[in-house]
């Protein structure tokens, strides 16, 4: 596509439901990362997919967070059991390779109450 | 590991005043710097970059940044500022050898005429 799209824009959910965050890079790029802001910070790194392997998780909270490519295209990050702390705007990129330019989509911003 | 500090959080400025958003970051080796921006309702865009060549880069909305090794600055600059310049700006950093941004916090430029 023309550029990184994620879905759903907004996603309010109970805290201790799953919520399932998805990533659409653009097209032909192999490298993905996901990202987490807080309010009034930047973006955080979360993880980062070369193709379809998991290169990098090292930023993911913890045990309750999860992510895969598993075509090496469409991403998926997983929170599980969510609590009120996850409460933040999700951001997924994409690059043409590992050093280059990362290019952002629109974000998920997720509320859990 | 790299930091950046945004030493501005909030910088209010007229119509065709002049802005600088100023960026400082830390590093140990060798960088790649990026000012991404977001405008009210849309996504981390990529405004420029800076690679390696001339440390003057520059955008096609007129802002321009510097790199400043001695200073480790990437300073943000517009002689003449618009309304549709108000966003949230933020800086971003990596190694050379590495795919992970670090952010500054961000800087919100609000125009006013």
Not at chain 1, 57 to 75: Q, T, V, W
Not at chain 2, 44 to 52: A, E, F, H, V
Not at chain 2, 56 to 82: C, D
Request: net charge positive; with cysteine; glycine share 8%.
């Amino acid at each position: 596509g023309a550029g990184v799209s994620q879905s759903p824009r907004y996603k309010v959910t109970k805290r201790g439901q799953d919520v399932a965050l998805r990533c659409d890079p653009i097209s032909g790029h192999v490298s993905l990362y996901w990202y987490r802001q807080a309010l009034g910070q930047g973006p955080e790194f979360l993880t980062y997919f070369n193709y379809e392997a998991q290169q990098d998780k090292s930023g993911l909270p913890n045990d309750r967070f999860s992510a895969e490519r598993p075509e090496g295209s469409i991403s998926t990050l997983t929170i599980q059991r969510t609590e009120q702390r996850d409460s933040a705007m999700y951001r997924c990129a994409s690059s043409s390779g590992r050093g280059q330019p990362q290019h952002f989509g629109d974000g998920t911003r997720l509320s859990i109450l | 590991a790299q930091s950046v500090t945004q030493l501005d959080s909030q910088v209010p400025v007229f119509e065709e005043a002049p802005v600088e958003l100023r960026c400082n970051y830390s590093s140990s080796v060798s960088v790649y710097l990026f000012w991404y921006v977001q405008y009210p309702n849309q996504g981390l865009q990529l405004l420029l970059k800076y690679l390696s060549g001339s440390t003057l880069v520059k955008s096609i909305n007129g802002f321009e940044a510097e790199f400043n090794k001695s200073q480790t600055s990437f300073h943000l600059r517009k002689p003449s500022v618009h309304i549709s310049d108000t966003a949230e700006y933020f800086c971003a950093v990596k190694s050379a050898n590495d795919y992970k941004l670090s952010f500054g916090a961000g800087t919100t430029v609000t125009v006013r005429a």
